[in-house]
């Protein structure tokens, strides 16, 4: 039984007086911001003068650094505690205002968005104060083709909520009102719930899984038409989205913002597609592990390898995830100590706290972890994983304005992902047994298995998908389960057997309502292992590399920042280390 977080000792819970010291502080700050909004307006239809726009910044950024603090506040708050009728209102108030902040301030877009380089070389010569705002203004800038007139533009940020209602729709079926019903497996009735699914897809007792796998996609194919037509309205929103902002297709609108042309998406397609012999392999490896004739999809997750008998209190994971980081030098373990000692991190499971693992944080504040500790060897992982986020957002606050402080999606999780591969790296070395070896090695396996091919099986169904509807096709129930197939035939890999519950999987992801997303995991994996590689081989600069990329924030194009760390995503190199590190697993493996 969980603790009630009163029981819980404070050095286990994160000290939030490091955002605001009180509710009746942030309650001040939310006015100031409220009535500041005032203040934005009236730099309406100057920003195109040189002195007016540097007030307008000043202000602006100031306005933008108390919102963010007040949203990180309301949200982790209520985060502690999902009951709390309290904080659940702050949320909900300050979700409102910055809703309401964005459709009264589309102006800034407009006017930021219609200078052109010469119009702001011209501005910066004029006034140099506004030189460190280059490439920030360059950035709005470069959205001139894609910016509609001021009228429009309001119209479609009201239309915001609108259009994401499919996304709200899948939601609500998803999480609150899908019924999976019972079955009975020796005498026990079983209910599932999707964590109890994922539970059961581990447990030794095939028959189990299977009955599980089979009742688990029922509501999704007897509720897929409606499930199809819901997906179907997401799509054609974006893609009807992309047409009015004149760009040539879905997949280069989700692009731009972070500067990636389109052929950084294919190379990782074509490496996947390139290298699924190693899923192949990896297939029989599995099926002969477990003894089987057929390798099913309901077998993919029963681990080879009982994950070692080992508990890890929290002080232990925080030692041996010190040790994995030794490598990063000196400064940086300083910057992990004392994150340890500043009680910003969150520990362990109470009543009404939300589920999972995040770090978050503000700019006027600092990283922020917040955990669901179990002593489980995940359980170490995830706090790496955490860790990486919270170091990376520090360095950056450390080394950038605001405006340049934010890691783009697009290198956000290489960090976190980073300091995963050095751990499994140092637990595979350090392995007691050999069964414990073959455990971390495995473990490293199915990360690539699962972020590298299965996230890029995701991205290039929704590619085609996309592309069906760009080109006139009408997406239903049947068009949309045969391209996944498709997809499901070319990336499983020889030797899956693929269901045809299987076939059905699409409609139960919510990252496709998010289009083009899930790519960002595979890419982010493999820069976290090119990077890990370097450190973890001792090549000359590779810490001062990954140092470099930690403090980077967003003050240049994201390809060009992981270049500048030994880093280059526009070819394949990066993509096929991953894959050489994949058939290198699996070699050891074997030879066990």
Not at 106 to 117: A, N, P, Q, T
Not at 513 to 522: D, L, M
Request: glycine letters at 4%; one cysteine or more; hydrophobic letters at 40%.
């Amino acid at each position: 039984m969980n603790k009630a977080r009163d029981q819980i000792e404070e050095k286990y819970k994160w000290d939030l007086s490091v955002v605001y010291a009180s509710n009746n502080a942030w309650e001040e700050d939310f006015l100031r911001v409220e009535k500041g909004l005032s203040q934005i307006l009236e730099f309406k239809g100057s920003l195109g003068d040189a002195c007016k726009l540097e007030q307008f910044l000043q202000v602006y950024i100031d306005h933008s650094v108390t919102k963010e603090n007040l949203y990180v506040y309301a949200h982790v708050r209520f985060f502690e505690d999902t009951r709390n009728a309290t904080y659940e209102e702050m949320k909900g108030r300050i979700e409102l205002l910055v809703s309401k902040i964005s459709a009264e301030t589309v102006f800034i877009k407009k006017e930021l968005s219609s200078l052109s380089e010469d119009d702001i070389n011209d501005m910066i010569h004029e006034n140099a104060r506004l030189a460190g705002y280059r490439f920030f203004l360059q950035s709005y800038a470069r959205y001139n083709p894609h910016i509609l007139s001021e009228e429009t533009e309001t119209v479609l940020a009201e239309l915001e909520i609108a259009l994401k209602k499919p996304d709200d729709v899948f939601s609500a079926f998803h999480n609150n009102n899908i019924s999976f019903g019972e079955f009975e497996h020796k005498g026990e009735k079983i209910r599932l719930s999707h964590a109890r699914y994922a539970q059961l897809l581990e447990v030794p007792d095939r028959a189990l899984r299977q009955k599980a796998f089979e009742h688990y996609y029922r509501p999704y194919r007897q509720h897929i038409d409606v499930l199809a037509n819901t997906y179907a309205a997401n799509v054609l929103a974006n893609i009807k989205l992309a047409k009015i902002r004149n760009y040539v297709s879905m997949l280069e609108m989700s692009l731009f913002p972070d500067y990636v042309p389109t052929t950084v998406f294919s190379n990782l397609i074509e490496v996947a597609k390139e290298n699924i012999d190693l899923i192949s392999e990896f297939n029989a490896l599995k099926q002969e592990g477990l003894g089987i004739e057929e390798l099913h999809f309901y077998d993919n997750y029963v681990p080879l390898v009982r994950e070692v008998d080992k508990k890890y209190s929290y002080e232990e994971a925080i030692d041996l995830v010190r040790t994995v980081l030794e490598p990063l030098g000196a400064a940086y373990l300083r910057k992990f100590d004392s994150t340890v000692s500043a009680r910003v991190i969150d520990v362990f499971e109470s009543p009404g706290k939300r589920a999972g693992a995040f770090s978050w944080g503000s700019y006027a504040s600092r990283g922020l972890i917040f955990l669901n500790y179990t002593e489980k060897f995940s359980d170490v992982s995830t706090f790496a994983h955490e860790f990486g986020h919270c170091l990376h957002r520090d360095y950056s606050i450390e080394n950038r304005p605001y405006i340049y402080y934010q890691n783009p999606i697009f290198l956000a999780e290489i960090a976190s992902t980073f300091n995963e591969v050095l751990l499994s790296d140092h637990m595979s070395k350090i392995a007691e047994s050999i069964e414990e070896k073959k455990f971390f090695l495995y473990h490293s396996m199915k990360r690539i298995e699962a972020t590298f091919y299965r996230q890029t099986m995701f991205a290039n169904f929704e590619k085609e998908i996309h592309e069906m509807a760009e080109s006139g096709k009408v997406l239903i129930a049947k068009s949309i389960t045969d391209v996944y197939r498709k997809n499901l035939e070319t990336f499983l890999g020889k030797g899956m057997v693929i269901d045809e519950q299987l076939n059905y999987e699409w409609a139960r992801i919510p990252h496709f309502y998010n289009a083009f997303y899930v790519y960002k995991y595979a890419t982010s994996l493999s820069a976290a292992i090119a990077l890990a590689e370097c450190v973890i081989s001792g090549e000359k600069g590779a810490v001062e590399g990954y140092l470099t990329f930690l403090k980077a924030g967003s003050h240049k194009e994201p390809l060009e920042i992981l270049k500048d760390a030994g880093v280059d995503l526009t070819g394949k190199g990066a993509y096929e280390v991953t894959v050489h590190k994949f058939r290198k697993l699996l070699k050891e493996y074997k030879a066990l």
